[in-house]
């Protein structure tokens, strides 16, 4: 009684989104929301000249603030809080990392559609349902009476007399025919009418076996070191790297890791790079766990959405799965992280706030407690790098399961194809191998990497591409106005005529696409099944899962795709692999070039034999000797590792430093550059730099113009982005800044 008398105030976060207000303000709480607010609860409350705004409760305490004339918290929005202490603190450390409101960061935790005013535009939807209002035994004498006259009304009641205990939605009892029988036991007063909630559920992945295989001794050792993090209870954060080649059983091994989370009565939550692309990982998921399993990602209705969301804040799923978002979904009692192929670019997100889910999930785990599990054949260098000082442990699997081998592969020099006279895209090995594949009615795989963007400038003769000097990344190839174009310091000079290192005249820009390889296998290869999988053929819902439904089936014979096609897929008839351009990924801009081409290639061949029969795969290229495409071929990822690592260290790049980039848009081209100029114009520490101001490489978009600054050190780099931050004067509103910390696209 005494407690719920004592006055009480409230700090709350007003969704208001302008750095201006990203701080709490206190309200008073009237003395009826006493005994149910608590920290977690979105409220209403006046604010400024406006009546209302949505806020957040982010602290309560009972001694009176200095400040008098508090306004009270006008409601409560919702019965429970939708957020936690610990999801606070993270918000609190994101807003803090990523240099974003905090109300932004807050809003990833809270459920879809929050941020509205008032009553969330999504709820639960419930259809009419019907029980008995009499006991069994009556239900069924009634039904007994009525069979002659009204049949319909009996076949009603002795279905509803077979479920008595729960409501059962009306087109289940009336079979399509009509509602007036429901009607008239309603009125007899001998049937109930009620509303049920119905789930809207997300389409389930492609269907798994449900079999519990036996665990290689590698999955035994990488499963016990698991549990034994988890044994140790919720003490702080423990990361495991799972360092697995492609087919070594990799998703067992987090199917038992998550095995051993419920056991305690801990949840789960399984990131995958990109779920509407991986119906077999999913499948694999719900044949082990069945309904346990919530599915969260951007291709679900917004009531599926809010349908799973509600499952697991109950409790009724413990297991999520789901792209980068759902790191933030609301297990209770979590217990493990894993993210699947961690090294994709896809879990950083590339819009405010500009979280890494790897990071996140440490984050969260730190607050709670547990295991983050990070999964690949392909570490990050930031991971792998990290492994070293045992600030995340290691565990390996390095074989196939069955011992099955992992494919080696060709490199095929495209130089040599065209000094034969071979233009076409294709070389003959892999003419003749995609021959030999489908003569023996099996499947192959192609890749054609080709990005929506300008190509590079390459040799076709030595293989030469001009590289900027001080940035050492390829130099991109602009037809309008023509030139070549340094897209980190914007470096620019003129198209050669001739090849600056063999003064060859076939200097060509490069690119081939997804299109124009279908279309030449299906000249090559009349008889063939040929599919095509990329963004463009994507588009509608379904259409994924059923062009791979498609080749699991057999009914397509050759896969064409971009990189979709290397992610995941566990096709037995798959043995061939062909990489048309091994080059596309090896000469972007970027000084990841390398990096991602050794990815992608290990992940493609890694697509090929992993049924009875060995693969076979084929990457072609101008630059046969480079490092990334050599160690991709043997599958050497130490090798791979040790040469990129010198590398970054001696260019300063990440791992050994942090970047962040500042980006400048608007719609004037004069004042973002001025803004830009003007901003950088600060003293950085020793150990610190600032590249640029300069041109972002997608200079124009949307109709505006994009200026960046990046910030390259190994410490103090987030207090100078601060600094340059702070030089743009609060009245600009004409030039927006957005920071993107650690970033993984410059473009
Ligand atoms: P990865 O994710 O490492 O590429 P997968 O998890 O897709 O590998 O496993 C490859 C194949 O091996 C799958 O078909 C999987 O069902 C099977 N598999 C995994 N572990 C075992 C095991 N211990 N015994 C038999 N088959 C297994
Ligand atoms: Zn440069």
Not at 67 to 84: A, C, K, M, T, Y
Not at 147 to 175: F, H, I, Y
Request: hydrophobic content about 40%; overall charge positive; aromatic content about 6%.
């Amino acid at each position: 009684m005494c407690a719920e008398s004592k006055e009480l105030w409230a700090s709350v976060v007003v969704d208001v989104r302008v750095s201006r207000v990203d701080r709490a303000f206190d309200y008073s709480v009237p003395e009826q929301l006493r005994s149910r607010i608590a920290v977690g609860h979105r409220v209403l409350v006046p604010f400024g000249s406006r009546r209302s705004v949505v806020g957040y409760v982010v602290g309560l305490t009972d001694e009176r603030p200095p400040i008098s004339g508090l306004r009270p918290i006008q409601r409560l929005l919702d019965d429970e809080p939708v957020f936690s202490h610990a999801d606070l603190a993270v918000a609190k450390w994101m807003s803090e990392h990523y240099m974003c409101l905090f109300v932004q960061a807050l809003q990833c935790f809270l459920p879809p559609g929050a941020s509205s005013r008032r009553a969330r535009p999504v709820r639960e939807r419930s259809v009419k349902a019907y029980r008995l209002a009499v006991s069994v035994p009556e239900a069924l004498r009634l039904a007994d009476e009525l069979a002659g006259r009204a049949p319909r009304q009996a076949e009603v009641l002795k279905r509803l007399a077979a479920a008595p205990s729960k409501p059962v939605p009306a087109k289940d009892l009336v079979n399509g025919g009509s509602y007036e029988p429901l009607q008239a036991l309603v009125r007899r007063g001998v049937v109930h009418e009620g509303q049920v909630a119905v789930r809207r559920a997300p389409a389930g992945g492609l269907e798994a076996g449900a079999a519990v295989p036996a665990l290689t001794p590698h999955q035994e050792r990488a499963v016990a070191q698991a549990r034994e993090i988890l044994a140790g209870g919720p003490a702080g954060l423990q990361t495991l790297l799972l360092h697995g080649v492609t087919g070594s059983g990799k998703t067992e091994v987090y199917l038992r890791i998550i095995a051993a989370c419920l056991e305690q009565g801990r949840g789960a939550i399984v990131l995958v790079p990109d779920i509407s692309l991986t119906p077999q990982t999913l499948g694999r998921f719900q044949a082990r766990f069945g309904d346990r399993v919530a599915v969260l990602h951007s291709r679900l209705s917004d009531g599926e959405r809010y349908d799973e969301w509600l499952r697991i804040k109950r409790g009724d799923a413990p297991i999520v799965v789901g792209a980068r978002s759902a790191v933030f979904a609301p297990v209770p009692r979590l217990g493990v992280i894993i993210i699947d192929e961690e090294h994709e670019g896809s879990y950083k997100q590339d819009e405010t706030p500009r979280y890494h889910a790897r990071e996140v999930a440490e984050a969260r785990m730190t607050e709670l407690g547990g295991l983050v599990v990070l999964g690949s054949a392909t570490p990050s260098l930031e991971t792998f790098y990290r492994t070293y000082n045992r600030q995340v442990a290691y565990a390996s699997l390095p074989e196939r399961v069955h011992g099955r081998p992992l494919p080696t592969a060709d490199v095929v020099d495209m130089r040599e194809e065209l000094l034969i006279g071979n233009t076409s895209m294709f070389s003959r090995a892999l003419q003749g191998s995609l021959a030999e594949t489908l003569s023996r009615r099996e499947q192959a795989i192609i890749l054609i990497n080709r990005r929506g963007f300008a190509s590079f400038l390459l040799c076709r003769e030595c293989g030469h591409v001009p590289r900027c000097e001080a940035c050492g990344v390829s130099l991109t190839y602009h037809q309008a106005p023509p030139g070549l174009r340094c897209h980190y310091c914007g470096y620019s000079a003129r198209v050669p005529g001739a090849c600056p290192q063999c003064s060859g005249k076939y200097l060509r820009p490069f690119g081939v696409g997804t299109q124009r390889v279908e279309q030449a296998l299906r000249e090559l290869f009349p008889a063939a099944r040929v599919a095509r999988m990329d963004r463009d053929t994507m588009t509608r819902k379904g259409a994924h899962r059923e062009l791979l439904r498609a080749f699991q089936e057999r009914r397509v014979d050759v896969l064409v795709g971009t990189q979709m096609v290397a992610k995941g897929l566990d096709f037995p008839g798959v043995t061939l692999v062909g990489v048309v351009s091994a080059d596309t990924a090896l000469h972007f801009p970027d000084f990841r070039a390398a990096e991602r081409t050794f990815q992608l290639l290990t992940q493609v061949a890694g697509r090929a034999g992993r049924g009875e029969q060995a693969g076979e795969v084929i990457l072609q290229t101008y630059s046969p000797d480079h490092y990334a495409i050599q160690t991709a071929s043997r599958h050497d990822y130490a090798q791979f590792v040790r040469h990129e690592l010198t590398f970054r260290k001696r260019t300063g790049y990440p791992p050994f430093a942090r970047l962040v980039r500042i980006l400048f848009t608007g719609e004037d081209e004069q004042q973002v550059a001025k803004t830009a100029m003007e901003a950088a114009q600060v003293k950085p520490q020793t150990g610190v730099k600032v590249i640029g101001p300069s041109p972002a490489p997608l200079s124009r978009l949307h109709g505006k113009t994009r200026w960046h600054v990046l910030v390259k050190g190994e410490n103090g780099v987030h207090a100078l982005a601060h600094e340059i931050v702070a030089r743009v004067p609060e009245a600009s509103a004409a030039v927006n800044v957005a920071v993107d910390v650690d970033p993984l696209s410059l473009l």
